[in-house]
C-alpha cells in the first residue's frame, strides 16, 4: 500500500468512525475526534466531567465502531489489581499453573470512574499502559494491537474517590471534558432517545485490520523539524514557566507528536501544521502540569505559552 493510497484509505475509514460515533453523541465534533485520534495515535484518553453529559457513551461508542475486542471495568473500592491484569490459578488436572487473563486484555478497554480504586489497583494499569504488557508472577504478557484505554472520572465529587497519581496522569495521551450540549443537541437528544437507545443499534464500521492501516498511515505522516523544535519549545517553557511547580515530561513531548501526526492524518495530509499542535497541545499538556499555589489554571498557562511561543514560518510540506 502506498502512502497515498493509505492516507486515502485512512480518511475513508476515519470519516465511517467518525459519522457512526456522532449518531450517539450529539453537538461534540472536537471531543469524538479527539478520541479517534487518541486511537489512532496509539495512546490513552482520560474524559474528565460531571455526571451524564456522554463520558461512557463517547467511549463505548467509539468501542463498538470497531470490530475489534472490548472490555469494560467498573472500578471501585473492592476492585483488585488480579481483576485488571490477570491471575495465575492451578490446575489440578495439569498440575501446573495457567495464566488467567483480566480485563486488560482487550483492544480497547473501558475503565469507567477509574479514580474509585485505590491506588494499588490503579497502578495496575502502569505497566499495560506503557509498555502495552503485563508482568504476573515474575512472567511478561503481551497485550494486543491495538490497545488503547479510555478512562472516565468525575472531577467534583470527593467522597470515596483517589485522585490519579501524576505518574499514571502522564501516561495519558490526551484530557477531555465533555461539557454540556447546547440547546438544539440536547433538544435532539431528547427527541430521539425517548423510546430507545440509540447505542444499542450502533454497529462497527471498520474492521481491526482498517484500524492498524490507519494507524500505520498516521504514523507516515511528515513532521518537519521545525515543527519538531516547535514541539519541543513549548514542553521546554512549560518547565520553565514561574506558574508552574511542575513541567511537562518528555513522554509529553513524544505523546504531543504523535498525537499532532495522527490528526493530520485525520485532517486527509500526509504532514503536520503548527496548527495541529496547536489544537491538540490543550488537551495532551495541562493535566501533567502541576501550578504553583494561586496561580493561573495548567488551561491558561498552556494557552498562554501557545500565544507567546513562535510559531515555525519555514516549509512543513514534504520535499
Known amino acids: 500500500m502506498d502512502s497515498h493510497y493509505g492516507l486515502q484509505f485512512g480518511m475513508d475509514s476515519t470519516h465511517k468512525v467518525l459519522a457512526n460515533i456522532e449518531t450517539v453523541v450529539d453537538g461534540k465534533p472536537e471531543a469524538i475526534e479527539?478520541?479517534?485520534?487518541?486511537?489512532?495515535?496509539e495512546g490513552h484518553l482520560l474524559i474528565e466531567d460531571v455526571p451524564g453529559v456522554g463520558k461512557t457513551v463517547l467511549a463505548r461508542a467509539l468501542a463498538r465502531s470497531v470490530s475489534c475486542s472490548v472490555r469494560r471495568i467498573q472500578f471501585t473500592p473492592d476492585l483488585l489489581p488480579s481483576d485488571i491484569t490477570g491471575v495465575s490459578a492451578y490446575n489440578q488436572q495439569a498440575a501446573e499453573f495457567e495464566f488467567k487473563p483480566g480485563a486488560v486484555f482487550a483492544n480497547i478497554v473501558i475503565?469507567?470512574?477509574?479514580?474509585?480504586a485505590s491506588p494499588k489497583t490503579q497502578s495496575a494499569l502502569l505497566e499495560a499502559m506503557e509498555e502495552r504488557q503485563v508482568?504476573?508472577?515474575?512472567?511478561?504478557?503481551?497485550?494486543?494491537?491495538?490497545?488503547?484505554v479510555i478512562a472516565t472520572q468525575?472531577?467534583?465529587e470527593m467522597e470515596g474517590t483517589y485522585a490519579l497519581p501524576e505518574a499514571q496522569r502522564d501516561r495519558f495521551m490526551a484530557r477531555i471534558s465533555m461539557g454540556y450540549p447546547d440547546t438544539a443537541a440536547e433538544l435532539a437528544m431528547v427527541r430521539e432517545r425517548d423510546a430507545d437507545n440509540p447505542?444499542?443499534?450502533?454497529?462497527a464500521v471498520?474492521?481491526?485490520e482498517d484500524v492498524r492501516s490507519m494507524i500505520a498511515a498516521a504514523r507516515a505522516v511528515y513532521i518537519a523539524p521545525a515543527v519538531e523544535q516547535y514541539c519541543v519549545d513549548l514542553i521546554s517553557a512549560t518547565r520553565a514557566d514561574t506558574a508552574l511547580r511542575l513541567g511537562a515530561s518528555p513522554r509529553a513531548t513524544l505523546h504531543l507528536v504523535r498525537a499532532a501526526k495522527a490528526r493530520a492524518a485525520v485532517h486527509g495530509r500526509d504532514y503536520v501544521l503548527p496548527d495541529d499542535v496547536d489544537a491538540l497541545a490543550p488537551v495532551v499538556l495541562p493535566h501533567r502540569l502541576i501550578p504553583m499555589r494561586g496561580a493561573d489554571t495548567p488551561e491558561q498557562t498552556v494557552r498562554r505559552i501557545l500565544a507567546e511561543t513562535?510559531?515555525?514560518?519555514?516549509?512543513?510540506?514534504?520535499?
Open 34 to 41: 479527539t478520541a479517534l485520534v487518541v486511537l489512532l495515535a
Open 111 to 116: 475503565g469507567d470512574e477509574i479514580n474509585r
Open 135 to 148: 508482568t504476573v508472577d515474575g512472567t511478561t504478557y503481551a497485550l494486543g494491537s491495538p490497545f488503547t
Open 154 to 156: 468525575n472531577p467534583y
Open 199 to 203: 447505542l444499542d443499534r450502533l454497529d
Open 206 to 208: 471498520v474492521s481491526i
Open 310 to 319: 513562535p510559531v515555525p514560518a519555514g516549509a512543513v510540506e514534504p520535499s
